[in-house]
């Protein structure tokens, strides 16, 4: 699944340490989801938008409206 | 985030429980094999290396539960089944070469150590499988 996460951490200045902390997830697994090589839980999607105060859809690209 | 917590649990228990398994083992050896102890003492005495080796697959179970970040957990859980998958084949094939008298025996303890390497399978099937995501 597709997803704007290195932008919105890189907009903010943070590394991938920084937004695993904020997370409380491993930096292998921020990794792991900014390359699209995990699809995280419905609950650590929220997390994630939640950081950033977006919707998950601003977030996450729909698998269905990938192109 | 720093090691977790579950990780740090589990490393402490298979530290101790692999200095129990040494310490139990070579006791059951000196004193079965050299003391030539039998009877009920020496089956209770033969069983007890085998209870740090089924506390290592209670470790990983419980640290699979313990796990919070979700995606360790996947890459923890894909390592065991591959593990278990490694150590059963092994094992399945084993057993019919030996059936066949085309094989030595082998004690089935051997099985355990095989899954252990497995675990070393599991991680290379995790590095693969991410460097093929890529």
Known sequence: ?67 | MAQGFAIKRYNRAVVLLSIAYVVLLISALVVIKRAGLTGPLAYALAILPALPIIGMFAAIGLYLVRESDEYLRLLRVRQALVASGFALSIATAWGFLEAFDLAPHIEAYWIAVIWFAGLGVGSCVNVALAARQQ
């Open chain 1, 1 to 67: 699944m597709k997803n704007r996460l290195k932008s919105l951490r890189a907009e903010r200045g943070w590394s991938q340490v920084d937004l695993a902390e904020r997370l409380e997830v491993s930096r292998q697994s921020v990794i792991a989801i900014e390359t699209g090589r995990y699809d995280p839980s419905l609950p650590l999607a929220f997390k994630i938008a939640e950081l950033f105060d977006l919707a998950i859809e601003e977030v996450f690209t729909s698998p269905s409206k990938e192109s």
